[in-house]
Every structure is written in structure tokens, then in C-alpha cells.
């Protein structure tokens, strides 16, 4: 996660994370990327049923019924658990979240443990009254999925009606009080809409947005061919860039991410070392404190069923079950062999990888990403777009 608006354009200084000691229990949720400690943000997918059929789907996400699903009693056990392990953030998400009905349930638990609550959903399904009743519980965030206006949207979601849908549940929670966010896939199919999602943010006042690179995973394995090349995604990351520069510049600052490509870190401080290289070592500072791709470490997976994975797209790969074994035994446990090798895989990169000089910064990339490819976990990620002359 590379917080564009935070280094791009100078909303976040190494002091701000410094002054907290780095501690992931102490710091601000715009700062919990630049914890030193790296407790992990863990995505539970509450469900897996969902009331749409995106093209990208991680989660193989349909529209029924499954019979393997935590408990509300089990769930509460697990937020138990994470809760002493002090995990800072559990995010709930699906297939679509909403559908479960104990959601407000779990996720009022969570805050009453100490953690912050967080949902990742389509939007279609939050009303004005499930907009209330989150808001009541103290839930932090909503993250919004949006792929482009109506007719992309709607392709991407597979339903009809989706983008309105969603837009509506936008306008609820910002009616509730809840601060909301848009989440946005970037592909072939859709990447001149990012203008106009930077639009949407700006007439709708949201204040954040994630922009999304795709992962080779789930139902979006079969779209590498649809992902951009590297001289597209240098493109879509200068607009991104652009955009919210402009943006800020206007006086209306938002919060806007890229996600699942710490290429961009590398990437954004060369441009500002040829802008602005006073801020471009500011940023250096920051990305060493962020550490890149942190799968296995700073970032864990909790399926439906149980299941822990090293991210939320590496689904072919489990290190246990919550109903067996306590996610923070599963998560310590370094006699598993990948487990060891996640904690600390810049001793296991290879090939370009292994002797790029951002390899601090970056930590590898997207080890899955790697493997969908090549069927090696530690070969290079053939999504970094970085030039040979510019990890040398």
C-alpha cells in the first residue's frame, strides 16, 4: 500500500509516524503502514456468498447459501484471539459482507475488544437503516467497490444496476457519518476511468480512495492478459499521481492508495527526485518505514471456513485453521516452511528481484502474483514495471 497523497504530496512527514514510537497500537490508522512492530491487519471473508458476479473475484464468490462458514460464536472466538495478539485492524469483507446478518454483531465485538472495524463490501446492499446501525457501533471505515462509471462498473460486476446501487450506499453512510471510501481494480478494461473516479470523489466529497493492481487470483487469474503493460501502468500510476496533485492543489485533499504493487514506491520517489528533492528523501525515509509487500507478515487472511492464508489472494495455500488452532499459534509458527520464508523473503528473492537496490523498499512484490506466473514463489513479480536501469 503506497500512500500517494501522503508522499506525493507531503500530507505525512517521518516525524508524524516517529512521534507515535512506530507502535502499530498507538498509531493512527492513516499511519498503521509505517508501524515498525507490523502486527498484521487481518481480512476475515465473513462469507462467501455475494449478490454479484465481479469478473475479478478473488474469492470465487457466488449468490448461495454455504454451509462452512464460522459460526457467531466462533467468530467471536477468533476476534478473541486477535484481539490479544493486538491485531490493530480487522476488516471485514466476503464475498459481501452485508449479506451475513450477524455482521453488526462481529464487527460491534471487535471495537469492544480494542480493535478498529473495518468493512469491505459493493455498497448495494447498505441502506439508509444498516448505514445507521454501522455508524452506532463505531465501525471506522467503509470501503466501496467501484470499478468505473455505470456501463464499466456494471460489465465488471456482472449486474445490472450495480454502480447505482452502490453510489446510494455511498450516499448513506457519508448521510450516517461514516467515513467511506471507493476501491478501484485497475485492468485494460477500465483504466480510462480512473479520471473519472478521481471526478466522483471530487463531486461527492468521499475523502478516500484505493486504487487497486490486479492480482492473478481467484476468477481474476484468468485476466493476466487483461492486466496493463508495464509502460500502461507507468502511465495509470503518473495520472494517479497527477490527479491527486491536482487536487490537493485545489485545497481538497484526499486520501488516495495504490494497493498490490510496491513497485510504485520506488517509482514515485525517482519522480520526485527529479521534482522535489528535499521532499524525495522525506519519502525515502517513509517507504523504508512502510517495508513494501508484507504477506505473511503485516497483512493476513481468515477465510469463511477458517482457513489462514498469507494475504487474501493466496487461497491455494493455508497454514491452519482457526477452528483448530488459536491465528496467533498458525501466524508465530515458523516450523511451517513458507511461513519462515514469508517473514522474511528478501533472503529468498531471486533473479531481478534479489539484486534490485529497492529490494528494501519493495520487499519482493507480489509473491503470489510471481508464482501464478512462473509457478516459483520467490521468482520475480512480473508485474514490477521498474526498468532494469532503475533497480540497478
Known amino acids: ?135 452506532d457501533i463505531g465501525l471506522s471505515y467503509v470501503g466501496i467497490s467501484l470499478d468505473g462509471m455505470e456501463k464499466i462498473n456494471d460489465r465488471f460486476r456482472g449486474v445490472k444496476g450495480a454502480f447505482r446501487a452502490a453510489v446510494e450506499g455511498i450516499k448513506n453512510c457519508k448521510d450516517a457519518g461514516i467515513k467511506v471510501g471507493l476501491r478501484f481494480t485497475i485492468n485494460k478494461f477500465n483504466v480510462d476511468e480512473i479520471e473519472n473516479i478521481f471526478n466522483l470523489l471530487e463531486d461527492m466529497d468521499i475523502p478516500r480512495a484505493c486504487f487497486y493492481h490486479l492480482v492473478y487470483a481467484g476468477r481474476g487469474s484468468k485476466l493476466v492478459e487483461e492486466d496493463l503493460t508495464h509502460d500502461e501502468t507507468r502511465k495509470a500510476v503518473d495520472l494517479i499521481m497527477d490527479l491527486t496533485k491536482k487536487l490537493h492543489d485545489k485545497g481538497k485533499e484526499k486520501e488516495i492508495l495504490t494497493v498490490d504493487n510496491h513497485a510504485d514506491g520506488p517509482y514515485l520517489y525517482l519522480r520526485l527526485l527529479k521534482e522535489d528533492p528535499k521532499r524525495a528523501a522525506e519519502v525515502l525515509e517513509l517507504l523504508k518505514m512502510n517495508e513494501g509487500n508484507n504477506s505473511g507478515r503485516g497483512i493476513g487472511c481468515i477465510s469463511w471456513d477458517g482457513e489462514v492464508y498469507a494475504d487474501q489472494f493466496w487461497r491455494h495455500y493455508s497454514f491452519g485453521n482457526v477452528q483448530k488452532r488459536p491465528f496467533s499459534e498458525i501466524w508465530t509458527d515458523t516450523s511451517e516452511p513458507l511461513m519462515k520464508k514469508l517473514k522474511e523473503k528478501k533472503k529468498y528473492v531471486k533473479g531481478r528481484c534479489a539484486k534490485c537496490r529497492w529490494l528494501d523498499i519493495c520487499a519482493g512484490n507480489f509473491r503470489v502474483r510471481a508464482e501464478a506466473v512462473t509457478g516459483d514463489v520467490f521468482a520475480p513479480d512480473p508485474a514490477c514495471y521498474l526498468t532494469d536501469e532503475e533497480i540497478a
Not at 485492524?89 to 480493535?115: C, F, H, N, Q, W
Open 1 to 135: 500500500m503506497i500512500g500517494i497523497s501522503k508522499l506525493y504530496c507531503g500530507t505525512v512527514e517521518p516525524s508524524d509516524a516517529l512521534r507515535y514510537g512506530r507502535k502499530s497500537s498507538e498509531l493512527p490508522s492513516h499511519l498503521l503502514q509505517f508501524s515498525k512492530d507490523k502486527r498484521p491487519v487481518v481480512v476475515w471473508n465473513i462469507t462467501r456468498r455475494c449478490n454479484l458476479k465481479c469478473v475479478h473475484c478473488y474469492a470465487h464468490a457466488k449468490d448461495q447459501s454455504f454451509d462452512n462458514e464460522l459460526t457467531t460464536e466462533e467468530g467471536k472466538n477468533l476476534i478473541d484471539d486477535l484481539s490479544q495478539y493486538k491485531v490493530p485492524v480487522l476488516l471485514l469483507s466476503g464475498g459481501e459482507p452485508t449479506i451475513r446478518e450477524d455482521l453488526p454483531e462481529l464487527a460491534a465485538y471487535a471495537v469492544e475488544k480494542g480493535m478498529r472495524a473495518v468493512i469491505s463490501t459493493n455498497g448495494t446492499l447498505i441502506t439508509q437503516q444498516m448505514a445507521r446501525v454501522l455508524k
